[in-house]
Nanobody, 125 residues
């Protein structure tokens, strides 16, 4: 079972940037797709981005496409989410999760297994 720990969240003004990191423990990290989700207060958790095991394929929710970039470093067992041009509606707790296989299988949280504890991102207007 992989353990995931997110970091990099914080308070930023609209238009600013943040880079989230998700460090994984366990030997299986590089074999699996990884994803980022977020949950705003009073809302359901929603898909943000995903990346295949090699980093060769990436997928984004329409709401973040062109602003967010997911990447991974398998040598460091870490997946990243670079967030630019942040908006107040991006405010949420951000979670990373391990996919069920090597490639993206869907944007449902049920397509992902192990989850981190989350990191808060707050964007002020």
């Amino acid at each position: 079972q992989v353990q995931l720990v997110e970091s990099g969240g914080g308070l930023v003004q609209a238009g600013g940037s943040l880079r989230l990191s998700c460090a994984a423990s366990g030997r299986t990290f590089s074999s699996y797709a990884m994803g980022w989700f977020r949950q705003a207060p009073g809302k359901e958790r929603e898909f943000v981005a995903a990346i295949s095991w090699s980093g060769g394929s990436t997928y984004y929710a329409d709401s973040v496409k062109g602003r967010f970039t997911i990447s991974r470093d398998n040598a460091k067992n870490t997946v990243y989410l670079q967030m630019n041009s942040l908006k107040p509606e991006d405010t949420a707790v951000y979670y990373c999760a391990q996919g069920g296989g090597s490639y993206y299988e869907g944007d449902s949280e049920f397509d992902f297994g192990s989850w981190g504890q989350g990191t808060q991102v707050t964007v002020s207007s």
